[in-house]
């Protein structure tokens, strides 16, 4: 159930782009998007609701396939602020439970 | 300034010890949950509650029990800790609902010697 996280890992330069994907076997009900950094608990960024409601983040985006039941964080213009390791949870039931990916770790360098 | 606490940051414990691990939250939020979190393998749920008394298995209860007796306070028990258990552990709240977030607490590192 654990949803599938890529790619593992992304290195890029303040300001370029990135994409990080996240894909579920089951048909979900919401996907949420955290950050953490090295040593700090887990952040919450946004969450996409089955039907295309979006709350989160200013600075970054996302999209939500309910189709393929798969997840797309767009960091545009990245900042060194960007580093860390972003994860998505899924929600299946729309019982407010999550599963975790195993993480996408992006490293945004100078 | 919402705030979930753990007890400790870091806990070193022998094997065969009982373990108590404390989340305490200040946000009044029905959901609390218990997190493990090893390299390479992301967050794994542990078990969750719903409401006070109210508990439910997440994916790895095995080795683990809960106790919810206030709304704000969430207990991971260990009952007989081991080596495998040796891992950061995280709690977190929400409030129920359609569009939640989850507020994470600053995790306890344990070592089972």
């Known amino acids: 159930q654990q949803p599938v996280q890529s790619p593992q890992a992304v290195i890029l330069r303040e300001g370029e782009d990135a994409v990080i994907n996240c894909s579920s076997s089951?048909?979900?009900?919401?996907v949420h998007w955290y950050r953490q950094k090295h040593g700090e608990a887990p952040v919450f960024l946004m969450i996409?609701?089955?039907?295309?409601e979006q709350k989160g983040h200013d600075k970054i985006s996302a999209s939500f396939n309910e189709k393929k039941q798969q997840s797309s964080l767009y960091l545009t213009a990245s900042q060194l602020s960007y580093s860390g390791t972003y994860f998505c949870?899924?929600?299946?039931?729309?019982?407010?439970?999550?599963?975790f990916g195993k993480g996408n770790q992006v490293v945004v360098i100078p | 300034d919402v705030k979930v606490t753990q007890s400790s940051r870091y806990l070193v414990k022998r094997t065969g010890e009982k373990v108590f691990l404390e989340c305490v939250q200040d946000?009044?939020?029905?959901?609390m949950f218990w997190y493990r979190q090893d390299p390479g393998l992301g967050l794994r749920l542990i078990y969750f509650?719903?409401?006070?008394?109210?508990?439910e298995k997440g994916d790895i209860p095995e080795g683990y029990s809960v106790s919810r007796e206030k709304k704000e306070r969430f207990s991971l028990i260990l009952e007989s800790a081991s080596t495998n258990q040796t891992s950061m552990y995280l709690c977190?709240?929400?409030?129920?609902?359609?569009?939640?977030?989850?507020?994470f607490g600053p995790g306890t590192r344990l070592t089972v010697t």
């Open positions: 089951k048909a979900l009900y919401s």
């Open positions: 977190a709240s929400s409030r129920p609902g359609d569009v939640f977030e989850q507020y």
């Open positions: 949870g899924t929600e299946v039931y729309g019982n407010n439970r999550l599963a």
């Open positions: 509650s719903y409401d006070v008394k109210m508990k």
């Open positions: 996409l609701l089955k039907g295309g």
């Open positions: 946000m009044d939020h029905e959901n």
